[in-house]
C-alpha cells in the first residue's frame, strides 16, 4: 500500500512563501507522474504543478514563475515552493503521484492566504 503524507500547509500573510513536502512510503523513482494539486473553498479541485518521469513539467498559469515542483529520491519526498503567495492560492494542496494502473494521494494541507 502506497502512502503519501503531505504537509507544509500554513496560515501566511500575502507575498510570503512557503514549502510543502510531501513523503512517500514507496520510491517515487517508480512512479510515472507527481504532481499537487489543490482545492479552493466551494470550487473544484484543480491541477497546480506535475512532473514526469520524462521530467516534463507543467504548472498552472496562475502560479507560473512562483511555484516549483522538485523532488529528493534519497528522501522519498516531493516539495512544492510556493512564492509571492496570493489570497486566491488559498485552498487544501494535496499531493498526488502516479502509475500507469494507480493514482494515490496525500490527505491533503491547508494554506491561508491573507490580505
Known amino acids: 500500500q502506497v502512502q503519501l503524507v503531505d504537509s507544509g500547509g500554513d496560515f501566511v500573510q500575502a507575498g510570503g512563501s512557503l514549502r510543502l513536502s510531501c513523503v512517500a512510503s514507496?520510491?517515487?523513482?517508480?512512479?510515472?507522474?507527481l504532481a499537487w494539486y489543490r482545492q479552493p473553498p466551494g470550487q473544484q479541485r484543480e491541477l497546480v504543478a506535475s512532473?514526469?518521469?520524462?521530467?516534463?513539467?507543467h504548472y498552472l498559469d496562475s502560479v507560473k514563475g512562483r511555484f516549483t515542483l522538485s523532488r529528493d529520491d534519497a528522501k522519498n519526498t516531493m516539495y512544492l515552493q510556493m512564492n509571492n503567495l496570493k489570497p486566491e492560492d488559498t485552498a487544501v494542496y494535496y499531493c498526488?503521484?502516479?502509475?500507469?494502473?494507480?493514482?494515490?494521494w496525500g490527505r491533503g494541507t491547508q494554506v491561508t492566504v491573507s490580505t
Open positions: 512532473l514526469t518521469s520524462y521530467g516534463i513539467t
Open positions: 514507496v520510491s517515487f523513482r517508480s512512479m510515472e507522474t
Open positions: 498526488n503521484a502516479g502509475t500507469d494502473f494507480n493514482t494515490y
